[in-house]
């Protein structure tokens, strides 16, 4: 009787490891078959001439300067409030916390209508904008705020945990040498996180580069001025397909040696 | 010179400190248990948490006083600190940390680095000025906070548990060199411990916090001697604290005499003593060894006190000693109340202090 069931747990635990195999080559196979399909649609040649028509280069230069500005802007505007969340207990911190995570998980389309009934010609903040002659909706500074909407979620989650793992000894021992908050905050703060915090950056830059329903609804689809990369493949992909593709694969390969080097960085942050 | 007296809501209870208060180049120690409100009294004293109520004076200026709404930051009060667990800046090499608190007084950079050799070389760790503090040992890191903290000269130096994050040999050595730096540097300083040994290695006088409150304060000799307060009492009886006559032998062996037992030490004091033995330091035995320790005693048990993962034996030798050991030494060895059994430990392990 013995023997029989450890028999019967070896055939059961080979029976469970097939099974785990099968399902974990199966997952992965789903996620590379269409990105691979993307790498054998164009031949490299292909890939060069679409790469270089005018509207892949608009889109290429588009993204990359809206996005870097975009990054610019959270890490400016985010660092005092994942700061200050961190070492901060006030009332209401959950609050303030749910609605700066809430882009994340908001359908772009809802960010893109949001800020066109917000900074639109007749929108709540539009119409006094107009007064001075500003007129956010299809410029490239529509791109860069939707950008903003949906992509400062994750620089403010990771720099609020960045700065909350920074240990407050730290900080305390620094003012009692003689330094003061902000002095602080730059010499040992800043320092001591700064490996977590680039990981949100990047992470961010990724995000605002891919940023495509809210800029389509807020900003428009003009080459040049508003058509980034996500926006350029929806558009050429009813023209010519081989700029579609060319550009997929650039996202693509960017964005997989951007999760690797958070990666990475995250993992020499920790040993 | 320091004075002070505070109170500050914290969460368990409240602390009042009626008054503390420290001389010119004196050290005192903050003894108590943990949670007692040790290291929130350091913090209070060097700004980093604003008491509720209170004044502290140091050297004739006003650091804090509440009811006049003056409270000074941290960074302005020139008080050194040390924390427990070190706090050395991890992304700064073991100069870059001593410099610190230089660079932040703007100090022109020859000096600064004038200072951070000197220091180096005080404590003995010149060989590791540009190593990362991240990869020193103990004992390194306690000399690094500690030049660390008195390299801007400070007018108060805090040390919160100095020796309590080192193994038991460093902290002999470490007992010694901070008791020695203390002195030489002449910075009126407070540490805090929960360790009568550290206390007395380095300090003048000695103030118990018990549940926020100074329950007992004054040179140390009045402090254990005087148990006026259960929680001293029951410090002092548990780390074999007696006094006694220091007696001179015939062929030069040191030795301390208490009610009628020679015990053995190394000391170059005389006449009227305390002494203390660690209970961890006393060996039990059913019989008598030989061995290199120069005191052996009998006695007979007269209680065992269970406590957790020790426990501590009573014997009586002419005098009660505690020893503390683990439940399994207890059972291998059958010990029962009223057994006759012999007690051994080294000259070393005999503290000896005025």
Same mark, same amino acid.
């Given at each position: ?42 031949? /490299?040649?292909?890939?060069?001439? &679409?790469?270089? #028509?005018?509207? !892949?280069? =608009?889109?290429?230069?588009? +993204? @990359? ?87 400062? /979620?994750?620089?403010?989650?990771? &720099?609020?945990? #960045?700065?909350? !793992?920074? =240990?407050?000894?730290?900080? +305390? @021992? ?96 920790? #040993? | ?354």
């Amino acid at each position: 009787m013995n023997t029989c069931s450890i028999q019967k747990t070896g055939a059961g635990r080979t029976l469970t490891a097939v099974i785990a195999g099968i399902l974990i080559f199966g997952f992965l196979f789903f996620i590379t078959i269409p990105l691979a399909a993307l790498f054998t649609r164009v031949t /490299p040649a292909d890939f060069v001439t &679409a790469i270089m #028509s005018p509207a !892949a280069l =608009d889109a290429l230069w588009l +993204s @990359a300067v809206t996005a870097s500005i975009s990054t610019v802007i959270v890490v400016i505007l985010g660092t005092p409030l994942a700061y200050v969340n961190a070492r901060v207990a006030y009332r209401g911190r959950n609050i303030v916390d749910t609605l700066t995570d809430l882009p994340i998980v908001l359908p772009p389309t809802v960010a893109g209508l949001a800020l066109l009934i917000a900074f639109g010609r007749n929108g709540l903040v539009g119409q006094s904008l107009g007064i001075f002659g500003i007129y956010l909706p299809f410029t490239t500074l529509a791109v860069i705020i939707s950008q903003i909407f949906v992509s400062s /979620p994750f620089y403010i989650r990771q &720099a609020r945990s #960045s700065f909350e !793992a920074v =240990d407050r000894d730290y900080e +305390s @021992a620094s003012r009692t040498l003689g330094e003061g908050p902000a002095g602080t905050f730059f010499r040992i703060t800043l320092p001591i996180a700064a490996s977590a915090l680039l990981s949100g950056i990047i992470m961010t830059f990724a995000r605002a580069l891919g940023e495509f329903g809210a800029t389509l609804m807020f900003a428009g689809n003009f080459q040049g001025t508003t058509q980034t990369m996500p926006l350029a493949i929806y558009t050429t992909m009813q023209s010519d397909m081989n700029v579609a593709v060319a550009l997929a694969i650039v996202l693509v390969v960017f964005s997989f040696s951007v999760i690797l080097t958070v990666k990475y960085i995250s993992g020499r942050g920790e #040993s | 010179m320091l004075k002070s007296s505070f109170k500050s809501v914290l969460r368990d209870f409240t602390l009042d400190v009626g008054e503390l208060n420290v001389g010119d180049g004196k050290t005192l120690a903050l003894i108590g248990e943990n949670g007692a409100g040790k290291s929130t009294v350091l913090k209070i004293l060097s700004g980093l948490i604003r008491p509720a109520s209170g004044r502290i004076v140091l050297n004739g200026r006003v650091l804090c006083d509440i009811e006049q709404g003056v409270f000074v930051a941290p960074e302005d009060r020139n008080i050194g600190y040390m924390f427990q667990n070190y706090a050395l800046f991890p992304h700064m090499t073991v100069a870059e940390n001593i410099a610190y608190g230089l660079k932040a007084r703007k100090m022109p950079q020859e000096e600064i680095d004038e200072r951070v050799r000197e220091l180096c070389e005080r404590m003995g760790i010149e060989g590791i000025m540009n190593e990362r503090v991240t990869r020193l040992s103990g004992g390194q890191r306690q000399r690094t906070a500690l030049a660390r903290a008195i390299a801007p000269r400070p007018g108060l130096l805090l040390l919160d548990e100095p020796l309590a994050a080192l193994d038991v040999r460093t902290q002999e050595q470490m007992r010694r060199e901070l008791a020695s730096v203390i002195r030489t540097e002449g910075i009126p300083c407070i540490i805090v411990t929960h360790s009568i040994v550290d206390a007395l290695a380095v300090a003048d006088s000695m103030a118990v916090i018990d549940n926020g409150k100074i329950v007992a304060a004054g040179s140390p000799e009045e402090v254990i001697h005087n148990p006026s307060h259960g929680f001293v009492s029951s410090f002092a009886e548990n780390l074999n604290l007696f006094r006694g006559e220091v007696l001179v032998e015939n062929g030069g062996t040191v030795c301390v005499d208490i009610a009628g037992v020679r015990v053995r030490a190394v000391t170059t004091l005389s006449g009227t003593v305390s002494v203390g033995i660690r209970p961890e330091e006393l060996i039990i035995s059913r019989e008598k060894f030989q061995s290199s320790a120069a005191n052996a005693f009998r006695g007979r048990i007269t209680s065992i006190e269970d406590n957790g993962s020790y426990a501590y034996v009573y014997a009586d030798i002419g005098i009660t000693l505690a020893a503390a050991i683990t439940r399994q030494s207890i059972s291998r060895l059958d010990l029962k109340v009223g057994d006759e059994v012999t007690i051994t430990f080294k000259a070393t392990a005999v503290q000896v202090f005025v």
